[in-house]
């Protein structure tokens, strides 16, 4: 089956450690997205990346990077510079008209 | 750019009685309106979509209905259950920019 793969499911780190989200898709899609979600709060977007080796920043991208070096693959590292990132990250994949867009089950990070 | 704004921030009904959840748009250039349910510790599902050349669109108990001119468009669950409490999330696709822009999304609760 097609689909959108996050991993781990939960993580936890300490402060001042840098952490890579993964995110995997295997549904042949060109764009991909990163967005953080905290509690009662909407979807922001953090980056997205319509073509490989290309990305664009989204609302919210301070302290945060990604790299596409793989029409699959769209990793997200959430680095000492963001100042509070305990939240629950999701992870979406569509075609470049928004057809299909698809969301990961999210990974809920927790900075101790 | 395009902002999306969504009515009610939390909405509570007795089994049975129907829901509808109110969002606007910006950007008359918006072609793609889709609905999401999220339940918890969960990413976001796709419920049902609308494209901007038609009005109403309808799946079982779930229909969203579209206002070009008035640039808002909702969502309809008629005949509620338990298990239709979720958070739901509408969303407008950017043309110009390829990404989709959300609401805040409403707490829905379906009381038995």
């Given amino acids: 089956d097609g689909g959108i793969t996050q991993s781990p499911k939960y993580l936890f780190r300490k402060e001042g450690q840098n952490v890579t989200l993964s995110c995997e898709q295997n549904l042949n899609h060109d764009a991909m997205y990163w967005y953080r979600q905290d509690p009662g709060q909407g979807l922001r977007l953090i980056y997205y990346s319509q073509i490989v080796n290309d990305f664009q920043k989204g609302d919210i991208a301070e302290g945060y990077s990604v790299s596409r070096e793989k029409k699959e693959s769209f990793p997200l590292t959430v680095t000492s510079a963001q100042k509070n990132p305990t939240a629950f990250y999701l992870c979406a994949s569509s075609t470049l008209r928004g057809i299909g867009y698809t969301f990961g089950s999210g990974t809920r990070l927790t900075v101790v | 750019g395009e902002n999306v704004e969504q009515h009610p921030s939390t909405l509570s009904v007795q089994e049975g009685d129907s ?69 739901y999330f509408c969303a407008s696709f950017q043309g110009g920019s390829e990404k989709l822009v959300f609401g805040k999304g409403t707490k829905l609760t379906v009381n038995p």
């Fill in chain 2, 19 to 87: 829901a509808v959840i109110k969002c606007t748009y910006s950007d008359s250039a918006s072609n793609y309106f889709p609905w999401y349910k999220q339940e918890l510790g969960k990413g976001p599902q796709l419920i049902i979509d609308i494209r901007s050349n038609v009005g109403e669109k309808k799946d079982q108990r779930i229909a969203v209905t579209l206002n070009k001119t008035a640039k808002h468009f909702s969502l309809h669950i008629t005949e509620t259950q338990p298990e239709d409490s979720a958070v």
